[in-house]
């Protein structure tokens, strides 16, 4: 008996005049063949969509590797792993499968399993070159986090910010671009210079750039996990999500909306850096604006202000690149120490991530988190981090492979305890830019227009007012940047291969 979907796939090729094939592999292929062309389209939700279909009617290998594929294009590594091990549940020696996973695995920082991964590759096609590739750099990974952990000494005596020497510097005469003068304190003539400098793709003197980072570093310091936040009656704040490197949309944010000022408050909620190639001039920028406005400017951690991440997409390439290697070293210390959410008059609460696996998650629980570190696997600061929410109720596994998903009810239930009106996330791409779910209490954005040029959306931020916290959404499209791609810092070589 035919199922409902090959019913409704059968009437649909009656319409368009194309002979059903009878069989439920030949249907499948039908769906199959829809989907590889909207994953060509870069439409991954429809290609997610069309590889279900087909799996419904006749689950193969290919299917489910083509599906993790799809998954992986829109960073839901779990998922992926979860059809890559299925791919192989049906055919253990298909090629591609092992690919998808050690994708996965690379991508959740499971460097080993994924050599395993590409080291069955390699000894299955010794002739593939693009095997041997990814085999090498993932050997490279493993063997120094071997390294780093055989010489790993006590956090006091390892930080980067000790070790910089800022009067072996010099400003040679040809530099053109603004100056930190006197007391070497950030002034707003300083970001007005430094804005149009970076615009036109010149590069702040490696100087200044450090004494942009050390002074973030020691301000960071002085901040709590949770930052509280006061908006006086009638003043607006503005909120903004994901950057990801895209500074020419970031310039835009502030065309559209103003420059930050006293005045004129933001909050960037994380991802600041990776995927989008501008991201040094991203993050000097944010950095600048703190230390400018430190009671009016605010900055809170992302899942991609990482080490992982940034060796994966980008960030890493860009600041060794552009700058130096100790500069990295000096940015992941900075990162472990920014904050992790913000709440707003007492009534919104403010997180890059979601929510909790625990419905007991009080404020005063984030509070006590000791944030100073890389991102754990679980716990409260991962959640924070990394989870999504979901339309059902309860819980379930994050598409992500860390973290959660989480339902309207746990929404409600967390609101309660805390007596908070809703929360304010970002972390997903969303195709206006912004979201409202969970009855409105829960509220995706996400500002990074056109994400990776591939994805179309359009770039949002909230504003609301200190009386009336009732967000009021800004949607624009991706303005025009320089011939450089995203993700060209990236190690692509040990990135999602396409085979």
């Known amino acids: 008996m035919a199922t409902s979907i090959e019913n409704e796939l059968t009437q649909k090729l009656e319409v368009s005049n194309i002979q059903p094939k009878s069989s439920g592999?030949?249907?499948?292929?039908?769906?199959?063949?829809?989907?590889?062309?909207?994953?060509?389209?870069?439409?991954?939700?429809?290609?997610?969509?069309?590889?279900?279909?087909a799996i419904e009617v006749h689950p193969d290998a290919v299917l489910y590797s083509n599906r993790s594929f799809a998954y992986l294009r829109r960073?839901?590594?779990g998922y992926a792993l979860i059809d890559a091990k299925k791919a192989l549940e049906y055919d253990p020696k298909y090629i591609k499968a092992y690919y998808r996973r050690a994708s996965a695995y690379m991508a959740l920082g499971k460097y080993s399993s994924a050599?395993?991964?590409?080291?069955?590759?390699t000894?299955?096609?010794?002739?593939?070159?693009?095997?041997?590739?990814?085999?090498?750099?993932?050997?490279?990974?493993v063997t120094r986090i071997r390294f780093e952990k055989a010489?790993?000494?006590?956090?006091?005596?390892?930080?980067?910010?000790?070790?910089?020497?800022?009067?072996?510097?010099?400003?040679?005469?040809?530099?053109?671009?603004?100056?930190?003068e006197g007391d070497i304190r950030v002034t707003k003539a300083f970001m007005e210079a430094l804005l149009p400098y970076f615009e036109k793709e010149k590069k702040l003197h490696k100087k200044y750039a450090y004494q942009i980072v050390l002074q973030i570093l020691s301000l960071f310091k002085s901040l709590p996990t949770l930052i509280d936040i006061t908006v006086p009656s009638k003043h607006k704040f503005t909120i903004c999500g994901d950057i990801h490197g895209q500074f020419y949309d970031l310039l835009n944010i502030f065309k559209l909306n103003g420059l930050p000022s006293e005045k004129n408050p933001y909050l960037f909620n994380g991802d600041f850096v990776d995927r989008g190639s501008f991201s040094m001039e991203c993050i000097l920028t944010l950095f600048g604006f703190k230390l400018l406005y430190p009671n009016h400017f605010f900055l809170a951690r992302g899942n991609h202000e990482s080490i992982t991440m940034n060796q994966m997409y980008g960030f890493e390439g860009e600041v060794k690149a552009k700058y130096t290697v100790q500069m990295f070293q000096l940015f992941t210390e900075v990162f472990n120490y920014l904050p992790l959410c913000h709440c707003i008059n007492n009534k919104v609460l403010i997180m890059h991530g979601g929510l909790f696996s625990k419905d007991d998650v009080t404020l005063k629980d984030i509070r006590a988190v000791d944030r100073v570190r890389q991102p754990p696997e679980d716990g409260i600061m991962s959640e924070l981090l990394w989870s999504d929410p979901q339309p059902q109720y309860g819980r379930s596994e994050s598409k992500r492979g860390v973290g959660l998903q989480f339902g309207p009810d746990v929404t409600e239930r967390f609101l309660k305890l805390n007596n908070l009106e809703y929360i304010v996330r970002s972390h997903e791409v969303k195709q206006e830019g912004y979201e409202l779910?969970?009855?409105?209490?829960?509220?995706?954005i996400f500002s990074a227009p056109n994400y990776c040029d591939t994805m179309g959306n359009k770039g949002a931020f909230i504003t609301i007012t200190g009386d009336d916290v009732t967000p009021k959404f800004t949607s624009y499209a991706a303005v025009p940047h320089p011939a450089v791609r995203p993700m060209m810092y990236a190690n692509q070589s040990s990135l999602f291969g396409l085979m």
């Open 151 to 180: 010489i790993a000494v006590d956090e006091s005596t390892k930080s980067v910010a000790n070790q910089i020497d800022l009067d072996s510097m010099t400003i040679e005469s040809d530099y053109d671009g603004p100056h930190l």
């Open 25 to 53: 592999k030949d249907t499948a292929d039908v769906i199959k063949n829809q989907a590889n062309e909207a994953f060509k389209n870069c439409d991954y939700e429809k290609a997610i969509e069309l590889y279900t279909k």
């Open 115 to 121: 050599l395993s991964d590409y080291e069955y590759v």
């Open 75 to 77: 960073e839901w590594y």
């Open 437 to 444: 779910a969970h009855n409105n209490k829960c509220i995706t």
């Open 123 to 141: 000894k299955a096609c010794p002739n593939d070159k693009d095997a041997k590739l990814k085999y090498d750099e993932c050997k490279k990974i």
